[in-house]
């Protein structure tokens, strides 16, 4: 069965210092995974997303993220954190095929950035 | 391309009362999804459409829950009659339907936020 687990919570950064968000997955083929970020009251918004073409993937404002098989992680980073990504951040691992495809959830991480 | 609109943005009502939500997905998109975010928690899938067709209810508590998309654009969800433990952030999803690659990124309206008092 696929599941997803993020490490932390919370996280606490001072701005322009580099961010890491953590996250380990389980998954019995190859998945597609995928970080959302959520604004205080405002909807999702997808971060970036990895298919299996290359292992970097590079997203919105500035985040990355890699795949590493060999470790079922899936770890967000961004070099220089900036007080607008202050936010709550999902992983977010896909299982099933057809129309049975379906994204199960992190717990998220809170990202606090200092000024 | 306008986004995935909701309405209402807010509401409160005393248990026991029904309320309805609504979704309009972005155009062409085949699959629409709601879920209840919880305070503090990620989003929980209530339901998934393809199309006009349900694909997935089973965490729709269907005694209270029901849900619709009529000609396979708008979707209605509806609570009757709601309890206090509903209180959350009724967010509604769509995804198009090409490869899978493409048919797996979810788009999401900025939910509605339902008080029961």
């Known amino acids: 069965a696929q599941s997803v687990t993020q490490l932390d919570s919370h996280v606490s950064v001072s701005e322009g210092t580099p961010v890491l968000l953590r996250c380990n997955y389980s998954?019995?083929?190859?998945?597609?995974l995928f970080w959302y970020v959520q604004h205080p009251n405002k909807g999702l918004q997808l971060l970036l997303k990895?298919?299996?073409?290359a292992t970097l993937v590079k997203g919105i404002n500035g985040f990355e993220a890699e795949f590493k098989k060999s470790e079922t992680s899936f770890h967000l980073t961004k070099p220089s954190a900036h007080m607008s990504d202050a936010a709550e951040y999902f992983c977010?691992?896909?299982?099933?095929?057809?129309?049975?495809?379906?994204?199960?959830w992190g717990l998220g991480t809170s990202l606090a950035v200092n000024p | 391309e306008a986004g995935v609109a909701q309405s209402p943005r807010y509401k409160i009502i005393e248990k026991r009362q029904s309320v309805a939500f609504w979704c309009n997905p972005i155009s062409g998109h085949a699959t629409l999804y709601w879920y209840q975010q919880i305070l503090g928690q990620g989003p929980k899938l209530l339901i998934q459409f393809q199309n006009n067709g349900v694909v997935d209810d089973s965490q729709l508590p269907k005694d209270r829950f029901s849900a619709e998309r009529l000609k396979g654009v708008d979707s209605t969800l509806k609570i009757q009659p709601a309890k206090l433990e509903d209180s959350a952030v009724y967010l509604c999803?769509?995804?198009?339907?090409f490869g899978e690659g493409i048919y797996d990124t979810q788009y999401f309206g900025p939910g509605t936020r339902l008080t029961v008092l």
């Open positions: 998954s019995s083929y190859s998945p597609s």
């Open positions: 990895y298919t299996s073409a």
């Open positions: 999803a769509s995804s198009p339907f």
């Open positions: 977010v691992v896909s299982r099933g095929a057809g129309n049975n495809r379906k994204l199960i």
